[in-house]
């Protein structure tokens, strides 16, 4: 059975930092695109960033370019997101997934997901 599992979500006040990590099971994804989306209340979830196998070539959200980075221990079976500088409108339950097919990977035609991990940026 496959598992995506995050942590180290929490609460932060604005122009602080926190890292997100996505632990694998059931499966290695050492050869997929992995990435991170959120949803915060009464929105829809978007796309925040996501990384290939090989660990180049990311591709992140306009709104948290330069401020997140994404990235990756296929020993582990692990993904990354350091969050540097949040914002108040950061604030939202992130997941991870994780896709098979390698196309439009900014969408959500991802195949595995996690159950998220709540964020909350106080101002």
């Known amino acids: 059975q496959v598992q995506l599992v995050e942590s180290g979500g929490g609460l932060v006040q604005a122009g602080g930092s926190l890292r997100l990590s996505c632990a694998a099971s059931?499966?290695?994804?050492?050869?997929?695109?992995m990435g991170w989306f959120r949803q915060a209340p009464g929105k829809e979830r978007e796309f925040v960033a996501t990384?290939?196998?090989?660990?180049?070539?990311?591709f992140y959200a306009d709104s948290v370019k330069g401020r997140f980075t994404i990235s990756r221990d296929n020993a582990l079976n692990t993904v990354y997101l350091q969050m540097n500088s949040l914002k108040p409108e950061d604030t939202a339950v992130y997941y991870c997934?994780?896709?098979?097919?390698?196309?439009?990977?900014?969408?959500?035609?991802?195949?595995?997901w996690g159950q998220g991990t709540q964020v909350t940026v106080s101002s």
């Open positions: 990384i290939p196998g090989s660990g180049g070539n990311t």
């Open positions: 997934a994780a896709q098979l097919a390698s196309s439009n990977v900014k969408s959500s035609n991802y195949n595995y």
């Open positions: 059931g499966r290695t994804f050492s050869r997929n695109w």
